[in-house]
């Protein structure tokens, strides 16, 4: 069965550097999302991605990220100047031709800031 | 604005015993609820959907708009039930609103 794949499994940085999180979505999914999970708390979302832009944005989706689709097969996070609070596990998910169908979700990046 | 609530963060019930973890959702429209699964070290798998109405796993999921509940059943838990079970809703966005999740821990 296709899956969700998304690099590293784990990313530690320097509070202040830039961080790009990797997701490969299954191949015939056109809309994408990406999920936080900060320890001990809920999954929130953050972004969702349609036909290469942005469809809708959380409060949490701040200027210091951005998403991309470069190259038609990836799907990227950029967080621009890292912050202690942006330590999380960083989901990513798609879904097939419509919204509201079942989003598939990766293994996720554990994301660590020092 | 979407809320889902999980009272529970933890149900530890014995092999064979009936499990519901409880879902309560508010949102103004007609939103779609999922229940997904995380295994210990996996990811995140959808379980159910309200609208397939199906069983997986022996679990199903009643969508009762009265009460705004989707509460998740089985009639007779197994060990390897035991997982984090997390209550979404979507509206007309796709985004998902997940709930706080409720570890469900099947004892032997």
């Known amino acids: 069965e296709p899956e969700v794949t998304q690099t590293p499994s784990h990313q530690v940085t320097q509070m202040g550097q830039e961080v790009i999180l990797r997701c490969v979505p299954i191949?015939?999914?056109?809309?994408f999302y990406w999920y936080r999970q900060i320890l001990g708390q809920k999954v929130e979302f953050l972004v969702s991605?349609?036909?290469?832009?942005?469809?809708?944005k959380s409060e949490i989706f701040d200027d210091q990220f951005s998403v991309e689709r470069p190259d038609g097969s990836n799907f990227t996070l950029k967080i621009r100047s890292t912050k202690l609070e942006d330590s999380a596990m960083y989901f990513c998910?798609?879904?097939?031709?419509?919204?509201?169908?079942?989003?598939?979700f990766g293994d996720g990046t554990r994301l660590s800031i020092l | 604005a979407q809320r889902v609530t999980q009272p529970e963060k933890l149900l530890s019930v014995f092999k064979g015993a009936p499990v519901e973890l409880k879902c309560n959702y508010s949102?103004?429209?007609?939103?779609?609820l999922f229940w997904y699964v995380q295994y210990s070290r996996q990811r995140l798998q959808l379980l159910l959907r309200h609208i397939s109405r199906e069983s997986i796993k022996g679990f199903t999921a009643d969508l009762n708009k009265g009460e705004t509940s989707f509460h998740l059943k089985k009639p007779f838990a197994q060990e390897e039930d035991s997982a984090m079970y997390y209550c979404a809703s979507s509206g007309n966005t796709g985004k998902l609103i997940f709930g706080q999740g409720t570890t469900l821990q099947v004892k032997p």
């Open positions: 998910a798609s879904s097939p031709q419509y919204s509201n169908q079942p989003q598939h």
């Open positions: 191949s015939n999914h056109l809309y």
């Open positions: 949102y103004s429209g007609s939103p779609e």
């Open positions: 991605f349609y036909n290469n832009e942005i469809s809708e």
